[in-house]
């Protein structure tokens, strides 16, 4: 079954066309890796799967259902939740409200409290402290959860290891191997060799444009790193 | 003097309960509504109207203002408010200059300019009080109408804290795209907030015709009241409200002291030292704290206009 499909999608800020044209089927299930330099258009896509950032043109489909114009609270509830970059915790609330949050505007389902301590158990010492008040690595794993317990079934992460140590994103990278079989998730990671390692499916954008599309086996580095650099154009370019 | 402390305290909570709602709107829907104190008028207005022409007692009566300023408030920012903040800074500021010069001149029209109180509705309340030792006299109103104010916000910190609504209040207040993101409807939130803001402005407003009187004109000072009070507490804090309004209260008490005339005066003079404490810690955290800034003035005056300049 296809859980996410997206049809020639386009986004924009104003004059700046972020997003050009961009069409992915990904069967349930699927790991997707998003990768480009920075100003590639990895956040705006996602922003745009999300509901965040209007679809200037193009159509977005999650499960067959066409999303396009449902805004981002509807969206989740629809099963597509977006962990985004900079982990977005609300600061003044404590790590169980945020969960909280999370939990009673979601879409319900297996994902509890209980549940999400088990794949993130570096979350139960937090409970009671105020969410501003953690590391790098904790709040990624706070805000991980709180996606989780709305019970997505597609979960979009936005460059999950950004900013963190090696010891937490290693962490981080452990809790979203519990996920792997559960949902369709679909990550924007700067680390390559990361992305590599765990992403079933890779694509990369460069200005806006879908450069690659392969599984990690089928890609050579060399076709990666070109795609990620935008050598090709450049070559194009030259001749 | 410890009469005119605890008649200052007293009145306290009638401005905190006019700011909450001024609070509220501002913490939440990122509006100032200019038109506050004329939404209290209305409130006082409806609640007179219920009593001296539909025939009401006064408690059936503020029972049926309250959930009907609560629907106006709804609608307000259903139908205006939501899409003068898609205008930018200065749409909702003239919108709501707009609405406020609307009621006035409305309320003008249907109720006329004569001024209005709710006193001569409650008996002998208006005018009661407990003699305490040392002379002291406390009015009954007064203390009902305080630890009214005090259940209401009380109640407000409860919803606000304990319940799924209130949660999605603050993760609105505090990052509504990423509310978004957790499922929160930021518009529904919005008129929630507001519905409970209008509705506690109509509370202090009739909590002003229960003590004094109104007229269709009385809102802009409310309004002022209502700014000093979230201004001299801090705004996003229902606490921070009610310290302030206490303390609005107990200059004005204290001012009223030195003079009648000095009363409204002193909370205004409060106002403005606090306004001007507050710019200067700001000031201060920006050249690393007040020890630096008081070293920097008490030992070198020139450096720290330097830095200023």
Redesign the interface.
Known sequence: MTALELHDIHGRYGLLHAVKGISLTLPTGTVLAVIGANGAGKTTLMRML???HPTAAGSVSLFGQDVTLL????R??AGL??C?EGR??????TVR?NL???A???CGGDWTLATVIDALPQIAPLLDRPAGGLSGGQRQAVAIG??LI?NPRVLLLDEVSLGLSPAAVEGVYQSLERLRGHMTLVIVEQDLTRAMSFAERLICLSEGVMELDGTPQNLTRGQITDAYFGIHKVEGADA | MLEAILQGVLLGGYYAVLAAGLSLMFGVVRFINLAHGDMAVLGAMLALWLVQVMGLNVPMAIALTLPAMGAIGWLLQRLIFERALRGGFLIPILTTIGLAATLQNGMFAAFGSDTKSLGAHIGSLSWASWHLPGDIFLGKLPVYMFLTALVVLGGLHLILTRT?FG??V??TA??P??????????RRVHRGAAAIAVALAGLAGIFLALRAQVTPFSGPMMLIFAFEAVVIGGIGSLRGTLIGGIALGLAQAMGGMISPQFSILAGHCLFLAILALRMTEAAASERGGWRNTLTAVLFNRSQIKGRLS
């Open positions: 999300a509901g965040l805004p981002a609270h509807a989740l509830r939740a977006l985004p977005r915790l609300f600061a003044d609330l409200e909280q949050i999370g009673e505007n979601g709180r996606s709305a | 799924g949660r999605a603050r993760a505090s990052d795209e990423a509310a978004a993101l957790c499922g929160i409807d930021a």
